[in-house]
């Protein structure tokens, strides 16, 4: 029963990216169409705002942390930190899913629109993150959690605000992201951890 939630909840936000995937394919639903015309009224100071913010919070972040996790994982022969990479790599990769989509941009630009790929990234580094942590430092699940969900937050604002995606192409990244991470998680043995302290690994007190 542990095991088959997470794996449930990981196939229906999956199952929804795919549903709002196809269901926005064609004419941009009217809510994106506002969102879009209120991010171009917002100004340069914003726009320069999520320029920073997209350039940090980027498939970049991403390609480091990926990297240090499995530089990290050979050198140590720490097999829980190349789970860890594994499941980095596996939640990025959601973002080929782009190419079964191919919906336009809001802007002309030479890849489709849905899923962002920055949210991707972040996305995926964040549930990366929160499944370490809750494995290393359980106490401080919450607050990785908090800071995760922020970082989500921005980047899917920014991408908005640079008119570089739909609120949509936001949205259904983080469903695909998030719910092909929960069910690889569950398949790598990182969940569930909860009532076991550090995940079976020791903690440093």
């Known amino acids: 029963m542990r095991r088959a939630f997470p794996a449930s909840v990981g196939a229906v936000l999956a199952l929804a990216s795919v549903v709002l995937g196809v269901s926005v394919d064609g004419a941009p639903p009217e809510l994106d169409s506002a969102l879009r015309g209120a991010a171009i009224g917002l100004g340069p100071g914003f726009e320069r705002a999520a320029d920073v913010v997209s350039l940090v919070l980027s498939p970049g972040l991403a390609t480091i942390a990926l990297v240090s996790l499995v530089l990290r994982a050979l050198l140590a ?48 580094v ?46 259904g990244a983080v469903l695909a992201t998030t719910g092909v991470g929960l069910v690889a998680a569950l398949a790598l043995g990182l969940l569930p951890v909860a009532g076991v302290p550090g995940g079976g690994r020791r903690v440093e007190p």
């Open 126 to 171: 964040s549930v990366t993150a929160v499944v370490l942590c809750a494995h290393l430092r359980p106490t401080m699940v919450r607050w990785v959690v908090a800071a995760s969900v922020t970082a989500v937050v921005l980047t899917a604002a920014s991408r908005v605000v640079l008119e570089m995606h739909w609120f949509t192409d936001t949205v």
């Open 77 to 124: 022969r720490d097999v829980l930190v190349f789970k860890a990479a594994v499941l980095l790599a596996v939640c990025w990769a959601t973002v080929q899913a782009r190419w079964f989509y191919l919906r336009v941009r809001p802007v002309e630009y030479d890849l489709p629109s849905y899923p962002s790929g920055h949210v991707t990234a972040v996305t995926a």
